[in-house]
């Protein structure tokens, strides 16, 4: 049953084949046997899933069910969960138990999906490796020496290795879809503010999105369906009309035009994943799409535009973790300062460390004109970049990643070596578009991502693409070996 | 451009951190090729750029001034370290 996806698993539901709470024994059964080896789950939740389940099996039974009803999924533990701990990959947080669900959260519960648990991350989503979860560092489950990718990498490494069916994960500088290409997964990032934020622990305000690491395009449309539309408690949360995605996954591809950036090819590209991506162009080709070059000329600013932006955000919205009203506090705190530098000394790790310190630094008097200022300057030339293009081509395509999946422990000493890993997807959060990563061949037998990057609000069709390429190829049913 | 390790112990006390003697040379070190990695944004021609303020252009958007939650106090304080009387706990800040 594990080898099925979401869409398939619905139609087993609906036929009669499985109840969810089998589904449910099913997928808890996997994460029982399997997480030792993989450290993907932080907070296996089974009580509180076998209870949604047979909660959907009667409104199934009831015939009151929607497409998602009874289906499992985990969350990324970034995801507020009320009643469930929620650590943010944090020591910090590491007794927090939420007092209310994210709205994410709460419109799959409402569509009644059932939560088979918390997956582990990044601590505070910063990270390229899930090596900073303060819960340890996730294996990949294509060879287990190297990493799942960061920030979600506890969500890819569940859904790669069929502990769950999809997870949600959010995506800051390539948080979604640099594990989806590490692990072989569809990983989807839409518009920023079509996915409410609320109830998701923020990291970089202006960047963060929600979104989804599934086994294919249909099922990212299937969730994102249910996620995506304007809430009020996010003040940046998108008053648009959210359409039917699963609708326009029918549409073909003649006279489609592509655009390939041909700074996404430079020097730092592995040759054998720069091959599989020309190949996957070609299987558009095949399908009667267009593909010409295009340019971003401002792209080598990304990194150094994010590594200003995320870090001074950061500094600002983990002011919050202050040992006062909730969270880590330290041992006998001798007056106020000495609870908040101690609190927060011992509850973050070096990583976040690292970049509170560094947006600090970005803000401060005398600094603020010079970095942070400039950089909200480069991004909005990045931003424009982009905007050019797409008044030429209706999606844009290259690789997610650099290279395939790196070793545990490779990276962990140079920060800028790890950081220039999201080169190709810091970019599009930058200008705020929706992404999605899909996979796209192997390389030494492990995954490489294409990358997929469309308009504005635009996710229909990029949904569409990536569900047309999958039609046409099977690296998205490639599983990894030792999970049966 | 190189941060000292007193620039650093500044920098975490401003961010109200505490950092072990042990790592200040480290962090010194990582800090300092962060900053030398984002300088590269200063060579770019930025003289007629706006600033962006948001990826989507959005307004900001208003609401009415009314209350729309109920009183969670006490849900929320089962998550505090320490609380008395309804109130959260602090080291005495006035002698």
Redesign the interface.
Known sequence: MYDKTLAELAAALKKGDVSSEELTRHYLDRIEKLDERYNAFITPTPDQALAQAREADKRLAAGEGGPLTGLPLAHKDIFCTRGIKTSCGSRMLDNFVSPYDATVVERLAQAGVVTLGKTNMDEFAMGSSNETSYYGPVKNPWDETRVPGGSSGGSAAAVAARMAPAATGTDTGGSIRQPAALAGLTGFKPTYGRVSRYGMIAFASSLDQAGTLTQSAEDAALLTQVMAGFDERDSTSAEKDVPDYCASLGDDLKGLKIGVPSEFFDEGLDAETGKAVETALDVYRQMGAEIREVHLPNLNLSVPTYYVVAPAECSSNLSRFDGVRFGYRCEDPKDLLDLYERSRGEGFGPEVKRRVMTGTYVLSAGYYDAYYLQAQKTRKLIRDDFIRAFEEVDVLMGPTTPTPAFGIGEKTDDPITMYLNDIYTIAVNLAGLPAVSVPAGFVNKLPVGLQIIGNFFDEGRLLNVAHQYQQQTDWHRQMPTGIE | MS?SPDE?RH??????????ER?VDD?AQ??S???D??????Q?D?AD????????D?A??L?EDRVTEEN?RD??Q?????TEAGL?L????LE
């Open positions: 941060l650093v920098i975490a006390h401003l961010a109200r951190l505490r950092i072990d790592d962090y990582n800090l090729r962060i900053v990695f984002v300088d590269q944004l200063g770019a930025t750029v706006t600033p962006m303020a948001h990826p989507v959005m900001q958007r609401r969670h849900e929320y089962q998550n505090a370290p320490a959260y602090v080291p005495r800040v």
